[in-house]
């Protein structure tokens, strides 16, 4: 039995690209939002520096991982090598990571400036990333055929996943 994608407005498929940018980016920021809350303990250890760096390479790992992997997948798939369009989706997909990462970055950079603490940093970049993680779901269901309800189930089953993030770290440390 064949499974349906759902159609979009235009009467066309959704193809698997159009999901694969927001799965790529909630998966980073859920990433993120634990890379953080580690630090979060003992941010006396750090300087917004050493935070963004720490953020910013757990990043560059998962880009590059997954870049590796969907290449794999897709010549695995595809039988052959990945012709340069198909890299290209598969580099616009996996960039996520790096992309979703600015704007925590910079507020941990500012907390160097003493315009805040690195605490308040570390809180407003896990903020951040769970705000995009939020946007991402709807971003992800853009097209759909789903209702107001069924996005707002959606929404809250994303920030229960930033919350049982948040409770295996504080239950670990």
């Known amino acids: 039995m ?3 994608r759902p159609v979009l407005s235009s009467g066309g498929t959704r193809p698997a690209r159009f999901t694969q940018h927001p799965r790529e980016a909630l998966y980073a920021s859920i990433t993120g939002v634990a890379t953080l809350l580690v630090m979060i303990p003992s941010s006396e250890a750090f300087t917004g520096r050493s935070a963004a760096s720490s953020l910013l390479g757990t990043m560059g ?10 290449t794999i997948a897709h010549a695995s798939e595809r039988g052959g090598a990945t012709r340069p369009s ?4 598969i580099l616009g997909a996996s960039i996520r990571a790096l992309e979703i990462t600015v704007v925590p970055a910079v507020f941990l950079l500012l907390s160097d400036t003493g315009i805040w603490s690195l605490r308040t940093g ?5 903020a951040t990333l769970t705000i995009t993680q939020l946007v991402l779901v709807l971003w992800g269901l853009r097209g759909s055929a ?6 707002a189930g959606y929404l809250l089953l994303q920030l229960a996943a930033v919350g ?3 409770l295996l770290k504080v239950g670990v440390h």
């Not at 198909?86 to 989706?89: G, P, S």
């Not at 570390?122 to 896990?126: C, E, G, H, P, T």
């Not at 789903?146 to 996005?151: A, R, S």
């Open 146 to 151: 789903t209702t107001k309800g069924q996005k």
């Open 61 to 70: 790992g998962l880009f590059a991982a997954s870049l590796v992997a969907d």
């Open 122 to 126: 570390l809180m407003l970049a896990i």
């Open 86 to 89: 198909t890299l290209r989706h």
């Open 2 to 4: 064949a499974i349906e």
């Open 164 to 166: 049982g993030v948040v």
